[in-house]
């Protein structure tokens, strides 16, 4: 049989759902704790790039804003490119830039060189392999895609606990420039994450080759970006639902360790809060996709999302009331708890209200709508505690923020979505397959040599008519590419 190499996600395409797909998941774990952890991991070496560039704290913050902001900001761009060559490439390229952008400032000679290095060009770099290793993800799972995207999604925790206290090891024995460089170093294994992500193999017999090559020149050109995605009523209470989240998830973590300090808690014991939150967190993630993934729940995935919303809201507004050290330990155990479901889940959802065809599109959109918040959020934060000195009115803010955005998505799916089936096409497909599994013995046309004897006598098929049938395999070695013919 010939083979086809398919890196655009086609519909109608059943995932493997395992093989392969576990080397991409843990490709995807690694590069999302890069992704999300980098930015936060960075500000360890703060302290120094203050003494040596006599700049202001809010000064060096800016960072990891840029960091942020280019990771977000720039979905759009990473959707056109990875619809135009592919992932692989784009992630090998993603890893190379991010890895380019910390090496450069290790050199940097001012503030501003490493706003343009650390900043914009390894956060572009991370943005290059984190929008693809999801999409790439979702293509490889279906039925356990939920538990495949809160597997994935604990690499942010994971990756939060090994990198910073490596930052503060790295600046104690090399200095902030020599750390920069050994991080830069590191990056470059996304190249290697990046080169796990092989795209999908098509088996089919060679008669149906000439056919198909035929049918995908004729084919229109696919969009680079497509905006058809605004037109589904979904997409667009999501979009607003997670601007507004997004406004307020962020800020209790920027905000937890110097609310501790207020109180009057050294420093150790208050950077501890962090330690629990992550912890907690690393392990809701994973449980969060097992729960999603059940066969009662996964249809309702979106009120499940919904409920780890309102439960992240409620925690900031009743952790906003702690006074003491057991309060603020209490509050982290409960936001990262919520704050890994949400975390697993958002993805999941929005691959599940978009479908496996727009969700390179649609992923690249939500990203950039959410970047604006997430440069509005916590210096908003930032001005209401300059106002009032309190970080109680910061919490309840952020809880309200956060809990509004959960109304915004239930309503909105109660009142404004009728309810389909996901993917259609696909479903009609895995139907027929099954069906052919089950109650189908096909002759094989012509005549019957050796081969086609033996195999009628093991009771089994030995071939099966052009364009009744499909089968998705992965993609083997290169010595098993030899034998496609596209």
């Known amino acids: 049989m010939g083979g086809a190499v398919v890196d655009d996600g086609p519909p109608g395409v059943k995932a493997p759902d395992g093989g392969w797909g576990w080397a991409v998941l843990a490709g995807c774990f690694i590069i999302t704790g890069f992704s999300y952890a980098f930015p936060k991991a960075v500000s360890v070496f703060f302290k120094e790039l203050i003494r040596e560039y006599d700049v202001g704290y809010s000064d060096t913050a800016w960072i990891s804003s840029i960091l942020l902001a280019m990771l977000y900001g720039t979905g759009p761009l990473c959707s056109v490119v990875v619809n135009r060559f592919g992932c692989r490439p784009v992630m090998m390229v993603g890893g190379l830039l991010a890895s380019l952008g910390m090496i450069l400032a290790s050199f940097a000679t001012s503030i501003m060189h490493i706003y343009l290095c650390t900043g914009v060009i390894t956060g572009l770099g991370l943005a290059l392999n984190f929008q693809p290793s999801l999409i790439m993800l979702n293509r490889y799972f279906s039925e356990k895609r939920p538990l495949a995207n809160g597997l994935a999604a604990a690499g942010s925790p994971v990756a939060l606990c090994c990198l910073s206290p490596l930052g503060q090891i790295l600046q104690y024995q090399y200095g902030w420039r020599g750390g920069f460089l050994i991080l830069g170093g590191m990056l470059l294994n996304c190249c290697a994450c990046g080169a796990l992500m092989r795209p999908l193999l098509f088996l089919r017999k060679p008669q149906e080759l000439d056919g198909a090559v035929k049918e ?3 084919e229109p050109k696919k969009k680079l970006l497509d905006f058809s995605v605004f037109k589904d009523r979904g997409f667009i209470i999501y979009a607003i639902a997670a601007s ?6 962020f800020v209790p973590p920027v905000f937890v360790v110097n609310y501790a300090k207020g109180l009057g808690y050294e420093d150790t014991k208050s950077a501890l809060l962090l330690t629990i939150l992550g912890f907690v967190d690393m392990f809701a993630r994973p449980v969060s996709g097992l ?25 900031d507004i009743i952790g906003s009331q702690a006074n003491d050290y057991t309060g603020l330990v209490v509050f982290c155990i409960f936001f990262g708890m919520s704050y890994g479901m949400v975390g697993a889940l958002q993805f ?3 691959m599940a209200i978009v479908g496996t065809e727009k969700f390179s599109s649609a992923i690249g959109l939500v990203l950039l709508m959410e970047a604006i918040a997430v440069l509005v959020g916590p210096p908003g934060a930032g001005l209401l505690l300059d106002a ?30 009728r309810r389909k089936p996901e993917d259609p096409q696909t479903m009609m497909e895995m139907a027929d397959a099954d069906a052919e599994k089950e109650g189908l013995n096909c002759k094989v046309e012509g005549e019957e040599d050796d081969e086609g004897q033996e195999g009628k006598e093991n009771g089994k098929v030995a071939g099966v008519k ?3 049938m499909m089968v998705v395999k992965e993609m083997g070695d290169e010595g098993r590419e030899e034998n496609t013919s596209l």
Do not use: D
């Open 388 to 417: 009032t000195h309190q970080y109680m009115y910061v919490f309840l803010l952020a809880g309200c923020e956060v809990t509004v955005s959960a109304f915004v998505i239930t309503l909105g799916n109660i009142l404004c979505i």
């Open 466 to 468: 052009a364009g009744e």
């Open 291 to 315: 729960i999603a993934g059940m066969k009662c729940v996964r249809p309702r995935a979106v009120y499940l999302l919904s409920f780890a919303i309102i439960f992240n809201g409620c925690t």
């Open 348 to 350: 999941e959802v929005l």
């Open 216 to 218: 995908k020149k004729a």
């Open 244 to 249: 507004v989240m997004v406004l307020g998830l």
